[in-house]
């Protein structure tokens, strides 16, 4: 299995790219997609940011408002640091249960 990795700044051409490995017949695995997964309500994730940050950062139907979320961790830098430190090791996790079940099934995949 080969695995390759896209980064890059906002509309630097990586949903374009992955497109393009697509069409040959690669598997995606979009880690945008990822991080909306592990903040559903219930989830892991999504119980130690309400612990840390509140309810009050929650919808009525109990999903993470992204933006009043954004407002309180991008002006203090260690809030910040904090919502890391719950959301990337959650990505990372999800990210390799991907990476097994391609593999288990398509052992040569890209």
């Known amino acids: 299995m080969i695995i390759a990795g896209l980064t890059g700044s906002i509309g630097s051409g990586k949903s374009t ?3 393009f490995f697509k069409s040959l017949g690669a598997h995606i695995i979009d880690w945008d997609i990822l991080a909306h997964e592990i903040f559903l309500p219930d989830r892991k994730a999504w119980q130690e940011i309400v612990l ?4 009050e950062i929650l919808d009525k139907d109990r999903t993470i408002d992204r933006q009043k979320l954004a ?4 002006n203090h830098p260690d809030k910040l640091k904090k919502l890391n430190q ?4 959650e990505i990372m996790k999800e990210d390799k249960k991907k990476v097994e079940k391609i593999s288990k099934h398509d052992p040569d995949a890209v």
């Open 86 to 89: 719950i959301t990337h090791p």
């Open 52 to 55: 840390y940050f509140g309810a």
């Open 17 to 19: 790219v992955a497109g």
């Open 71 to 74: 407002g309180v961790v991008f």
